[in-house]
């Protein structure tokens, strides 16, 4: 079955870009929506943005300004960027397929943002 | 502040049921489906009920969803100890700034 793997640095220096990749296997990348979305320790389910397999994106309009999110479909994988982190954006980082319903979720991954 | 409002526990004892609520306004609940997530201690969320009351293949019919106006609730019945955990709802935004948003989410606790 379809499953999808966050990986990246768990450790990020304050005002650098923090920088995710999800590697979706046991499928193919196309004709979905590909997510993002995080929780902060303790904390909620933030979304954060969504890929279409084609390139088309959506961001959350707080997060807006810093977020990118790009697709390989020829390594069926989709990333993740955020610049100017602060200790805010500290949190479990998942990955996801679906928009409107997320369907699947990666197992998330933990990134700090710390000197 | 979460755009949507749910209650932040609830609580039942094994065999009960319960039921968790979902609060929006015209512009996410109101005008769009709305999903549920489970998410038990110390794992990924995983996908309970989408368009208001469908279940993923897998799911038990415990699990129920409904919708009326701009509020959803989740319905779980026979509670067991395994379904201790957060509980979520989802829906897309359609106003200005238009976007995925989540409840809060609400601990339940199978006493």
């Known amino acids: 079955q379809v499953q999808l793997q966050e990986s990246g640095p768990g450790l990020v220096k304050p005002s650098e870009t923090l920088s995710l990749t999800c590697t979706v296997s046991?499928?193919?990348?196309?004709?979905?929506?590909w997510s993002w979305i995080r929780q902060p320790p303790g904390k909620g389910l933030e979304w954060i943005g969504y890929?279409?397999?084609?390139?088309?994106?959506n961001y959350n309009p707080s997060l807006k300004s810093r977020v990118t999110i790009s697709v390989d479909t020829s390594k069926n994988q989709f990333s993740l960027k955020l610049s100017s982190v602060t200790a805010a954006d500290t949190a479990v980082y998942y990955c996801?397929?679906?928009?409107?319903?997320?369907?699947?979720w990666g197992q998330g991954t933990l990134v700090t943002v710390s000197s | 502040q979460s755009v949507l409002t749910q209650p932040p526990s609830v609580s039942a004892a094994p065999g009960q049921k319960v039921t968790i609520s979902c609060s929006g306004s015209?512009?996410?609940?109101?005008?769009?489906?709305v999903s549920w997530y489970q998410q038990l201690p110390g794992t990924a969320p995983k996908l309970l009920i989408y368009?208001?009351?469908k279940r993923p293949s897998g799911i038990p019919d415990r699990f129920s969803g409904s919708k009326s106006g701009t509020s959803a609730t989740l319905g779980i019945t026979g509670l067991q100890t395994g379904d201790e955990a957060d509980y979520y709802c989802?829906?897309?935004?359609?106003?200005?700034?238009?976007?995925?948003?989540f409840g809060g989410g609400t601990k339940l606790t199978v006493l």
């Open positions: 890929i279409y397999y084609s390139g088309s994106t």
């Open positions: 015209s512009s996410n609940i109101g005008n769009n489906y």
């Open positions: 368009e208001n009351n």
């Open positions: 996801a397929r679906g928009m409107m319903t997320i369907q699947l």
């Open positions: 989802g829906t897309w935004d359609s106003s200005l700034s238009e976007n995925v948003v």
């Open positions: 046991g499928g193919s990348i196309s004709s979905y929506y």
